[in-house]
């Protein structure tokens, strides 16, 4: 039977208050089937994925089943990470807004002990936690478990994957009595099924049944670029997909700081999330991306793992996750509320192409090839916004200074359009349109290599805080050609290989020779094969010097 209302639940006035508050309007399947036998008691293994509304699944019928006014905790909630706990914590706060002595605490490493046992010596209803720092509670007896009545795994496939699995065993031993266990996760390894037959009660299946493990509100696309070029197309993509939010993956910490510097450079409000950030700096992070005073967040897939972050249109997978399940949850992050989400995907090369083919296999959904716009599209864009912008100011009041200037530019015999010109062009830098073009520029590359290529051997790399980008910025600037003409950028530690068409190799080499790049100088040589530039040191090692043989006075003498 479904469901199509919270009204058909057997809900108090005050939690059907607050769902209607926040905008829930239906029921979604994790919902319809795991809140009445959540409610009546029972034990639940709910399978389903990011953004399908299982915390409100298990957090509505807990709310209503707990005791106000209650000191001792009665429902204990663990999660894989930091973020996630909050997330729970601020959506359990807006459900038990109208009911009366139920509170909230969190517990994550990262934040003060402390404080944390301060705030469970004034009493609590629900604690939700990263299992290490529960365990930590627990052996300091600032944690007690005597009246809990729910316990909740959420996300417990992220648990075990992140070695947490003799913790939560270790934590829902000291769980005695009677109690209610609830596990969700969005798969179920043998692990999983250990734990459920170990320490739940003959536990009613929920599952979301999809016939793809993608969600349809989606649209996903991919584009075959260049490496050297991912940061170009980014932009452009931003271009074609203007949002107040975009959200962009990475598989590595590195590459996460690399992509934010990069974006910073070219003027884009960005901010960066990886896992050895500082909780009070991840907290800073997020608050500036969710205020909008950053509109792009830069994350690995560890640290974005729980975000719940309203109106992120636009999903950007720099790289290819690693684990194909990691793109579920990374395009899980757009496309929520039955709104319409992108999500784009920049592979490059024939061997990503094939792991692009074994990830749509896996997700049972064809991912289309994007189509990046032309060097008209990109100007119409960019138009069109000029256009909303005035379109914008003169729908506000008008501004009499303003008003007497224009006058003050007619009397001195200006036209209109003169005015107009010119203040258009004061206000608006329109770009290279045909520089932003990359299905272009790749047309050209190839025809800017049919004399061959060279290698030139640069002695500046990562460890320089360099990437592909200022390298052929810089070597197209100082030689005066077109970045069509620098091809495959091999960037190592401490070195790095660049690729130049045949007869451009000299003219690069001299003109890059002994100039700087991102501030360092660099020395620029032919490449060969077995030659390689010394390593850089700060602090050179003093020379060893040769041990001479030591005399042997026993020695037999010849």
Do not use: W
Not at 103 to 120: E, Y
Not at 202 to 216: F, G, M, S, Y
Not at 309 to 338: A, K, S
């Amino acid at each position: 039977m479904e469901i199509n209302t919270f009204n058909e639940f057997n809900l108090s006035l005050e939690l059907l208050r607050a769902i209607e508050e926040m905008g829930y309007v239906s029921p979604t399947k994790i919902q319809q089937d795991a809140i009445p036998v959540i409610l009546e008691g029972h034990d639940v293994l709910g399978k389903s994925h990011t953004g399908t509304g299982k915390t409100a699944a298990y957090g509505l019928p807990m709310i209503e089943r707990l005791v106000p006014n209650y000191k001792m905790p009665q429902a204990l909630i663990l999660c894989p990470t930091r973020e996630l706990v909050l997330q729970v914590t601020e959506e359990l706060r807006k459900f038990s807004k109208y009911k009366e002595g139920i509170k909230c605490v969190p517990i994550f490493g990262g934040q003060s002990i402390d404080h944390q046992i301060q705030l469970l010596k004034k009493g609590c209803s629900i604690v939700i936690g990263t299992p290490g720092r529960i365990l930590d509670h627990l052996r300091r007896k600032t944690l007690k478990l005597k009246a809990i009545d729910i316990v909740v795994l959420d996300e417990a496939d992220e648990m075990l994957n992140m070695g947490f699995k003799e913790d939560i065993e270790s934590i829902l031993s000291q769980v005695n009595g009677e109690h209610q266990t609830l596990l969700f996760s969005a798969t179920m390894p043998q692990e999983i099924l250990d734990i459920t037959k170990n320490f739940q009660k003959d536990p009613i299946h929920v599952e979301v049944q999809q016939k793809q493990k993608t969600i349809n509100t989606v649209k996903q696309f991919y584009f075959d670029v260049h490496k050297a070029k991912k940061i170009d197309v980014i932009q452009l993509l931003m271009k074609m997909y203007p949002s107040p939010l975009t959200m962009i993956f990475c598989n590595t910490k590195r590459t996460v700081d690399e992509v934010s510097d990069q974006l910073i450079a070219c003027g884009i409000r960005a901010v960066s999330l990886h896992g050895d950030m500082k909780q009070s700096v991840r907290t800073k992070v997020l608050e500036q991306f969710k205020s909008q005073n950053a509109n792009v967040l830069i994350a690995s897939d560890v640290a974005a793992r729980g975000l719940d972050i309203d109106h992120v249109d636009v999903v950007i997978n720099y790289d290819l996750p690693i684990e194909q399940e990691f793109y579920i949850h990374r395009i899980g992050r757009t496309g929520r509320n039955g709104k319409e989400g992108i999500a784009c995907t920049l592979i490059s090369g024939s061997k990503e192409k094939l792991q692009l083919q074994r990830l749509c296999k896996y997700i049972r959904h064809n991912i289309e090839k994007g189509e990046l716009p032309t060097a008209d599209d990109v100007k119409e864009l960019y138009l069109d916004q000029i256009y909303q912008q005035i379109l914008t100011t003169l729908a506000q009041k008008e501004d009499e200074t303003m008003m007497e200037l224009m006058f003050a530019l007619r009397s001195k015999g200006l036209t209109d359009n003169q005015i107009i010109y010119a203040l258009l062009t004061q206000q608006h830098q329109l770009p290279n349109y045909q520089d932003l073009t990359l299905e272009e520029s790749e047309v050209i590359r190839k025809k800017a290599f049919k004399n061959g290529t060279e290698k030139i051997h640069l002695s500046i790399g990562r460890k320089d805080g360099v990437a592909p980008n200022h390298i052929v910025a810089a070597l197209a600037e100082e030689a005066m050609i077109s970045s069509s003409y620098i091809g495959k950028i091999e960037l190592q530690k401490f070195e790095t290989v660049v690729e130049v068409a045949k007869e451009y190799a000299d003219k690069v080499m001299t003109s890059i020779d002994g100039k700087t790049i991102n501030g360092v100088f660099v020395e620029a040589k032919p490449y060969y094969s077995r030659q390689n530039f010394p390593k850089k040191s700060k602090i050179e090692p003093p020379k060893k010097k040769k041990a001479l043989p030591l005399k042997n006075k026993h020695a037999r003498k010849r």
